[in-house]
């Protein structure tokens, strides 16, 4: 899933990453009863953007279906990983 959201500085992105996973997941329960074992998986990746992004990074959410059928999710989240210097342990990407 992709999201682009705007946080006020008082509040952490663990903090909205738990209120989003936490409201959805009570909203799918409560909607979906047979997703009765719907799960968030633990983690999450989070990047920030600057304003002059938001047009872009919306055209490339709204076209995110298409996007992945060229170069899944993994392999692009790696690319940025690796773009960026971001140390990660491929066990703990899907």
Not at 5 to 17: E, G, N, R
Not at 39 to 53: K, L, N, P, R, T
């Amino acid at each position: 899933m992709h999201l682009l959201v705007s946080l006020s500085s008082t509040i952490t992105i663990a903090k909205a990453i738990q209120y989003i996973k936490g409201g959805s997941s009570k909203w799918i329960h409560e909607t979906y009863t047979n997703l009765k074992d719907f799960a968030w998986q633990e983690g999450y990746g989070a990047f920030s953007i600057s304003v002059s992004q938001v047009d872009k990074t919306t055209r490339y959410i709204m076209n995110q279906e298409d996007h992945h059928r060229k170069k899944t999710f993994r392999e692009e989240f790696i690319e940025i990983l690796k773009y960026h210097g971001i140390e990660f342990d491929e066990r703990y990407l899907l």
